[in-house]
Nanobody, 130 residues
Framework: VQLVESGGGSVAAGGSLTLSCAVS????????MGWYRQAPGKDREGVAA????????YYADSVKGRFTISQDKAKKTVYLQMNMLKPEDSAMYYC?????????????????????????WGQGTQVTVS
């Protein structure tokens, strides 16, 4: 499936951004779609994911209460509303769409699953918080 991300940018600390991840190329939404991020020199980490059938949401502890993931099935799009942004949220944000591992790997206990998501990433969108 082809994923097209948008919505990144530069924002002051405390500000908000909304990221979008659209399924393109005639594909369908996968069982789980989510957002991961990678800062320079750091490993990729889970941010938030949604099980598209039931709408179950998964969040990293670092973003709970600040970020909200949602979906629009008609538009085949997943959104990440990011509020109260902090400088440590600065990273390249990647959308992933695949099976349940996309949701499970949000939990750092299962970060070893992240490499298995290769081939299921979008191109990424940069978020910079200063």
């Amino acid at each position: 499936v082809q994923l097209v991300e948008s919505g990144g940018g530069s924002v002051a600390a405390g500000g908000s951004l909304t990221l979008s991840c659209a399924v393109s190329g005639g594909g369908n939404m996968k069982n789980c779609m989510g957002w991961y991020r990678q800062a320079p020199g750091k490993d990729r980490e889970g941010v938030a994911a949604i099980a598209t059938a039931r709408g179950n949401e998964y969040y990293a502890d670092s973003v709970k209460g600040r970020f909200t993931i949602s979906q629009d099935k008609a538009k085949k799009t997943v959104y990440l509303q990011m509020n109260m942004l902090k400088p440590e949220d600065s990273a390249m944000y990647y959308c992933a769409a695949a099976g349940h591992d996309v949701c499970v790997a949000i939990n750092p206990t299962y970060r070893h699953l992240i490499p298995s998501l290769d081939g299921h990433w979008g191109q990424g969108t940069q978020v910079t918080v200063s």
